[in-house]
Structure formats: C-alpha cells, structure tokens
C-alpha cells in the first residue's frame, strides 16, 4: 500500500493503469492532519487528459488508496480502472489548469485578490453531481465587519488559482465585488436574514 511509501520516494516515478501510462506524480498537499492529505498530485499524461477528462487539465488528484503496488521497474501500478480514475476526476473543482480533491480543498484559507483572509473552507457544496462553491467559514472579524452569516459560499467559478506552501486559494475579485455577484447570490441565497448573527 502506497502508505507504506514516502511522499518523496514517489515523486517523479510513473503511474500506470496496467499498460496505460496515467501521468507522473509530482507531489501532496502540505497538512498537518492526514485526513486532508488523502490524494497526491500527478502531471497528466496528455493523451490521458484529452480522453478522460471533461476539459484537459495539466495535474489532478490521485487517492492515495488507488494505488496497488509498486511495479518492480519502479513505476506505480494502481489498482482500479481508467474509468474509476475518470469518475473521480469528475468529483472535483477545477482551478486554472489543475483539478482538486475535496480532501486537497478543504481547511485552505480563502483570500481575496487584494490578500484580505476570508476564511477557511469548511466543505464544498454540490448541485446536480456538480460542485459549484466552496463553504467557507469566516473568519470572525470578517464576519462582524460585513455582517455575514456563519457560512458563506463561493462560486468555483471565481476560484483563480491556489499556492500549494501557503495551502491558500485566491479569488479572481475582491470580497465586496464577490459579494454583489449574481453566481454569490444565487449559491447564498438559502442564507436567510435570520441566520445572520
């Protein structure tokens, strides 16, 4: 089992699905708690990402309970098949050119663009087999300043990119732009008034 094996005795070897090459594992989330550090992150072969995924994406997660062995050439073999890899990659968030596991998201800080801390993702939330925003938890200077409920959530869509030391996202706007877009107002709008404190 790939528990057995350090992160950094598998960075850069090869992953395969029997004969397919999958891609090359190039690193994890740095976390202190393990449960959020379920998946590694692998370069997508190309050919891989033009027929398996919805829209190509250079690096994706990989659950770490996938992989079977390692092969005696030093390869990763993993157990399941091209189609349950697809499956779960259509269980994540894409930002910029990288999917992500819901493990690999949440606890992350949420920043705007102008570097304001909102808060830290708490779950992510999910419409017809799709996720489409992030929980976030404010923090709670932010919350009192701005009046907010206990949770907000964040279009995926406004996610512009995440730094894997700081374990952050960042937005593309600033939180008062997000605030009056209509993607934040539709996702947000079972927050009643009265659940504000």
């Known amino acids: 089992m790939v528990e057995d094996y ?34 590694m992150r692998i370069e997508v072969d190309d050919d891989v990402a033009s027929e398996f995924m919805r829209k ?8 770490k309970d996938l992989v079977h062995s390692i092969r005696p050439d ?24 990288q999917l992500y596991a819901t493990d690999e998201l949440l606890d992350r800080a949420v ?14 939330v999910k419409i017809k087999r799709t996720y489409k925003g992030l929980l976030i938890k404010p923090h709670f200077m932010v919350r009192a300043r701005h009046n907010l409920p206990e949770t907000i959530v ?3 869509g406004q996610l512009a990119r995440t730094t894997a030391r ?13 605030r009056n877009l209509p993607s934040f107002l539709k996702l947000n709008e079972h927050l009643q008034d009265d659940e504000v404190e």
């Open 6 to 39: 350090e992160i950094q005795e598998l960075i850069r070897r090869e992953v395969y699905v029997g004969e397919k090459l999958v891609g090359v594992i190039v690193g994890e989330r740095f976390h202190p708690r393990d449960e959020f550090v379920r998946s």
């Open 56 to 63: 190509p994406a250079e690096c994706a997660p990989l659950s």
């Open 74 to 97: 030093g390869c990763v073999k993993l157990s399941k098949s091209m189609r349950e890899l697809q499956r779960r990659w259509r269980n994540t968030v894409r930002i910029e050119d």
């Open 111 to 124: 920043l705007d663009n102008d570097g304001m801390d909102i808060g830290n993702v708490v779950d992510l």
């Open 154 to 156: 964040v279009p995926c």
């Open 166 to 178: 700081l374990d952050e996202v960042i937005l593309k706007c600033t939180f008062s732009r997000l």
